[in-house]
């Protein structure tokens, strides 16, 4: 008897299972690095092959026939099995621990951590590439990734480190000059940073009528570029007083007011689910949540935060 995988692709199969376990052709298409034609011409294919339908395409969705849905749970255990067996031939004999961060994350808040994690783990590297893209972890090849948004990525599991808070920070020379005895007095000050972070922050502090404001001065890519500028006394950045808590306390910025305003659901680390249980991730895992709720700037931004909640 011929053997049935004789005649189905294992690409196809991928791509089955992708879709199927993200009930999207869009969402495969960049979970694989495909375009979305791609993924609903093997999908397809695949189906002419069994002469099955497996998905029902609805407006907006794709959703699972009867036959999908058993071919996708044994789809996903196979590449479930197939994940763990390449991690664990790829955790025995590499002893480099890579991390993909937010680049202002990486050099105001990990790094200066990091040598505590190396101490104690002298037989692990670390790699930390600095993206602002969200990058698929097992793809890129990546164990660890610690980004802002929900929490809530396909085929990762996650822990919240800190809040996503901001607030106005520049130098106390130019606090001085501009009198910040209000917030309302930084409507016309030069500010440094995007225009509708700014009004998120002015109505957090219950400034009215701020939305015609003098344009911004400054807006880069990243935090760490828009801090630099307010360092060197050129306006006002929107920032984090929790990456940047280390120059506050040195005097090198000041923040004038203390209303913060949250601009996602917090900073996250995140991890393949199937690799929980992977050594290197659980140690680095449970250290850096372990730092984080350690860290007083944190527990002062969370405080804060919900004070703001309930006044």
């Known amino acids: 008897m011929s053997d049935p995988l ?22 495969a298409a960049e979970s694989l690095g495909m375009t979305q034609a791609a993924v609903s011409w093997q999908v397809k294919a695949l189906e002419q ?4 339908t497996l998905f029902r395409r609805l407006p907006r969705e794709v959703a699972l026939t009867e036959p999908g849905e058993q071919l996708a ?24 621990l890579s991390i993909t961060s937010l680049a202002t994350l990486a050099s ?9 994690f190396q101490v104690a783990n002298a037989g692990l590297a ?30 990762l599991e996650s822990a919240r480190l800190m809040p996503d808070a901001f607030t106005p920070l520049c130098t106390p020379s130019l606090a001085e000059a501009l009198e910040l005895t209000d917030p309302s007095r930084l409507i016309d000050a030069p500010r440094i940073g995007d225009d509708k972070e700014w009004a998120a922050w002015f109505a957090a502090g219950g400034v009215q009528d701020a939305l015609t404001p003098r344009a911004v001065r400054l807006r880069a890519d990243i935090q760490a570029l828009e801090v630099a500028a307010a360092l060197s006394g050129q306006g006002v950045a929107l920032a984090s007083p929790i990456l940047y808590a280390r120059e506050i306390a040195a005097g090198m910025l000041v923040q004038p007011f203390s209303d913060l305003v949250e601009l996602s659901r917090g900073h996250w680390i995140a991890w393949p689910a199937d690799r929980r249980r992977s050594p290197k991730i ?5 250290w850096l949540i372990a730092s984080a709720s350690q860290d007083p700037a944190i527990r002062a931004a969370e405080d804060r935060l919900a004070q703001q909640a309930v006044s």
């Not at 189905?8 to 376990?21: D, G, I, K, M, T």
């Not at 196979?78 to 790829?90: E, N, P």
């Not at 790699?127 to 969200?134: H, M």
Request: a positive charge; proline letters at 3%; zero cysteines.
């Open 6 to 27: 004789a005649s189905v692709p294992l690409s196809s199969l991928r791509v089955f299972e992708a879709a199927a376990r993200l009930r999207s052709f869009t969402r």
């Open 108 to 116: 105001q808040w990990l790094a200066p951590r990091l040598g505590a």
């Open 49 to 52: 092959r069994l002469g099955l």
């Open 73 to 96: 749970r044994a789809a996903t255990e196979a590449m479930q099995l197939l994940r763990r067996a390449l991690t664990d031939l790829r955790d025995a004999d590499d002893g480099v």
């Open 126 to 155: 670390v790699r930390v590439d600095t993206s602002s893209q969200l990058l698929d972890l097992e793809r890129e090849n990546f164990d660890i990734g610690i980004r802002v948004g929900s929490g809530e990525w396909p085929g």
């Open 282 to 286: 659980a140690r680095f895992r449970d």
